[in-house]
């Protein structure tokens, strides 16, 4: 069964500064990996796509990447605003019971201090 | 462009009382739609998810079930809520399988 883990939890940096957030997963075989934003109480907002044959992908100041076989993706955040202050979470598509779904992370929630 | 529309905002039942939430969305056709429920400490959990009209799959059995009567439109349902029903219920579509996800703002559900 897929297991996607986020650490840390929660992360609280000074605005400015450069910062990664992690995500593993146990299970491989994924068709990909997408990185989302939740603001409290919205919904998600999608930040990034990497399908599984690709290494990274960037958006503005965040890059995203995806090492498939160790079963880990990062998403570097440059610059951070206070803006960027949000729960991030990442989530694989997977094929599983003959369905095919997203795995999600339950998330860090970062917060950026001006 | 396509946007998605989930209501209400809000809702607070009692245990045993029938629930109906709704969700359509806009600038596209044949949707995947999806049922997902974010409960605190537990993630997001997929409820239902939908490829076509009246093709419902259900990933947990539960006291809850889901409707597509039209292409855009999605419907979470149940006859009677319990306690353990309250969390945030979140619907969400997709171009195609795997394509990225976009969400509706969330229905914050307590029942009482």
């Known amino acids: 069964k897929q297991e996607v883990t986020q650490i840390p939890a929660a992360l609280s940096v000074p605005e400015g500064e450069n910062l990664v957030l992690n995500c593993s997963f146990t299970d491989s075989a994924i068709y990909n990996l997408q990185w989302f934003r939740q603001d409290p109480g919205k919904g998600l907002t999608s930040l990034l796509l990497?399908?599984?044959?690709?290494r990274e992908q960037t958006s503005g100041r965040l890059n995203a990447s995806l090492d498939k076989s160790s079963g880990r993706s990062t998403l570097y955040i440059a610059a951070s605003q206070p803006g960027d202050s949000a729960t991030y979470l990442c989530a694989v598509y997977i094929t599983q019971g003959g369905s095919e779904k997203l795995v999600f992370g339950k998330g860090t929630k970062l917060t950026v201090n001006p | 462009s396509q946007t998605i529309h989930q209501w209400p905002a809000t809702l607070v039942q009692p245990v045993g009382s029938p629930l109906s939430l709704e969700c359509t969305v806009e600038g596209t056709s044949n949707p995947n739609l999806y049922w997902y429920r974010q409960a605190a400490g537990r993630g997001l959990q997929l409820l239902f998810y939908s490829v076509g009209i009246g093709q419902i799959s259900s990933e947990v059995p539960q006291n809850l079930s889901a409707s597509r009567p039209q292409d855009r439109q999605f419907i979470l349902s149940s006859k009677k809520l319990l306690l353990s029903d309250s969390g945030f219920y979140l619907c969400?579509?997709?171009?195609?399988?795997?394509?990225?996800?976009?969400f509706g703002n969330g229905t914050r559900l307590t029942v009482t």
């Open positions: 969400a579509w997709s171009s195609y399988p795997g394509a990225p996800l976009h």
């Open positions: 990497i399908q599984s044959s690709q």
